[in-house]
């Protein structure tokens, strides 16, 4: 069995600000919740975590929230008492039994969670994920050596839209998440797509050095991010991407042939409404004036 992350200081983890306007304690620690009771059983480094960043969470939100979570934690033998202690006294009122009846968070609400999460929260989330995996439509195998080369020399001729685009048909996901993969300044997203894409480790390495600066110019986030590589189970990577698929729209994988390109691009010529093609000056056949146009 894979070991456990190193767990990081959580010293001003859930000092959590506003971003972007959207507060994200409470669904934060919901989610986070929600993930640690569908486990039965957890390492004592697991559990040391989740108090830790619990008990803080807890403080800083409302009274529905902590309703909700001492509602989750009510139904699990092996809640920690030290969290139940806290929550004692909180669950009372017209609001705890609509807590009771709340629904898990959906694949939307996580990804956008993911996304908003500092490093030491992605890593929890990950952590709790491979539980689930076994319900997640799961790849039948690795990404082919052409898909695997086609995205590092992207990465190495720093063309974060040709990444992007392959990124979308390696993994199936929607063209906005693909692209939000590639700019996030952290760079777990890229690492749980390389780890369900079945990536080297060298070749993940040289990616993060060269796709986003942000990342890549500092060696301990490399390092880091290396290292979450090397213990982020396989069954967490491929849960994340299928709540990526479902959150994007898109369920299936493309294996493209080696003309993928062309062949969407006279695709995207076909479907052009006869009318505006017949105004054109100069038609030329369908494939070459797309091809032409970038």
């Given amino acids: 069995m894979p070991k456990s992350f190193a767990y990081p200081t959580l010293d001003g983890l859930v000092d959590l600000a506003c971003r972007d ?3 994200i304690r409470p669904t934060l620690l919901r989610v986070l919740t929600d993930l640690y009771v569908q486990k039965p059983v957890h390492t004592a480094d697991e559990e040391v975590q989740y108090v830790e960043l619990a008990l803080r969470l807890i403080e800083a939100v409302d009274a529905p929230t ?17 969290i139940l202690h806290k929550l004692a006294g909180t669950t009372s009122g017209p609001g705890a039994a609509a ?3 709340a629904k898990p968070a959906s694949g939307h609400e996580l990804v956008e969670l993911f996304f908003a999460a500092g490093a030491e929260e ?13 319900t997640a439509a799961r790849k039948a195998a690795p990404a082919s050596n052409d ?4 995205l590092e020399n992207a990465a190495l001729q720093r063309n974060t839209s040709e990444f992007s685009r392959a990124l979308e048909r390696a993994l199936g996901i929607g063209r906005e998440l693909a692209e939000r993969i590639v700019r996030d300044a952290s760079g777990e997203p890229i690492v749980v797509a390389a780890k369900a894409l079945g990536m080297k480790a060298a070749m993940l390495q040289r990616i993060l050095l060269f796709l986003n600066p942000v990342v890549g110019q500092s060696v301990q986030r490399v390092y880091d991010l ?21 959150a994007g729209g898109r369920t299936q994988v493309r294996h493209e042939p080696a003309t993928w390109d062309d062949e969407r691009r006279s695709a995207r010529v076909l479907a052009t409404p006869l ?5 054109r000056r100069n038609d030329a056949p369908p494939s070459r004036v797309k091809s032409n146009e970038r």
């Fill in 147 to 150: 898909v695997l080369h086609r």
């Fill in 226 to 246: 290396a290292r979450l590589y090397d213990e982020l189970t396989l069954a967490s990577a491929e849960r994340m991407v299928a709540i990526w698929r479902q």
């Fill in 275 to 279: 009318p505006h093609r017949a105004v």
């Fill in 21 to 23: 306007g959207v507060d």
């Fill in 99 to 101: 807590a009771a009846e």
């Fill in 122 to 134: 992605r890593t929890l989330i990950l952590t709790n994920l491979d539980v689930v995996a076994a």
């Fill in 66 to 82: 902590r309703a909700t979570v001492a509602a989750r934690l009510s139904n699990y033998s092996a809640a920690p008492p030290a």
